[in-house]
T-cell receptor
Framework: KAGVTQTPRYLIKTRGQQVTLSCSPISGHRSVSWYQQTPGQGLQFLFEYFSETQRNKGNFPGRFSGRQFSNSRSEMNVSTLELGDSALYLC?????????????FGPGTRLTVT | AQSVTQLGSHVSVSEGALVLLRCNYSSSVPPYLFWYVQYPNQGLQLLLKYTTGATLVKGINGFEAEFKKSETSFHLTKPSAHMSDAAEYFCAVSDRGGADGLTFGKGTHLIIQP
């Protein structure tokens, strides 16, 4: 089985711009979660989608949003980028309904905001 | 709210020596517990997990962890370190409802001395 894929792997954006990151889960997995990883804050939960519905959300501002498509692929969007949004964004998929049990992570998208 | 504390941001051991990475958690409900490993420029790989049943859990690459409820701990061990074990290790907890995603510790960087 193919693993979780994320595109692009690297991205450089300017403050004020917006960005969209994509995640394709493992085939058959219906839950997709997003995490932000930074040296200062570590790994933080952004949100989780299941069957095109956001089920859970972490403590991030409204500039961070996401969606999930009928094929379980997910995108996350960050609007009005700030320097502090520079991070590794990780996507994880799970086979169980709306439960983060045994999540499988993709390689991440490294976002640099200048 | 859940939290995870990993004692020691850096742990250094000699090749062939015992590896012990410490993890303590707090959770108001019975938790799921996980250890993940992250190699440079990669996503997270699941090493092992505790959900229910046997408290001594065996994972990949010779790692194991023991869930001790009375000590709220889930320490990771490996009898004999190998150079390829050098990486960042993360302990994570989730409640059984999965409401808040995975909560991660800050991570422990494992250094293997030749």
């Amino acid at each position: 089985k193919a693993g979780v894929t994320q595109t692009p792997r690297y991205l450089i954006k300017t403050r004020g711009q917006q960005v969209t990151l994509s995640c394709s889960p493992i085939s058959g997995h219906r839950s997709v979660s997003w995490y932000q990883q930074t040296p200062g804050q570590g790994l933080q939960f952004l949100f989780e989608y299941f069957s095109e519905t956001q089920r859970n959300k972490g403590n991030f501002p409204g500039r961070f949003s996401g969606r999930q498509f009928s094929n379980s692929r997910s995108e996350m969007n960050v609007s009005t980028l700030e320097l502090g949004d520079s991070a590794l964004y990780l996507c994880a998929s799970s086979g169980l309904a709306g439960n983060p049990y045994e999540q499988y992570f993709g390689p991440g998208t490294r976002l640099t905001v200048t | 709210a859940q939290s995870v504390t990993q004692l020691g941001s850096h742990v250094s051991v000699s090749e062939g020596a015992l590896v012990l990475l410490r993890c303590n958690y707090s959770s108001s409900v019975p938790p799921y517990l996980f250890w993940y490993v992250q190699y440079p420029n990669q996503g997270l790989q699941l090493l092992l997990k505790y959900t229910t049943g046997a408290t001594l859990v065996k994972g990949i690459n010779g790692f194991e962890a023991e869930f001790k409820k009375s000590e709220t701990s889930f320490h990771l061990t490996k009898p004999s370190a190998h150079m390829s074990d050098a990486a960042e290790y993360f302990c994570a907890v989730s409640d059984r409802g999965g409401a808040d995603g995975l909560t991660f510790g800050k991570g422990t960087h494992l250094i293997i001395q030749p």
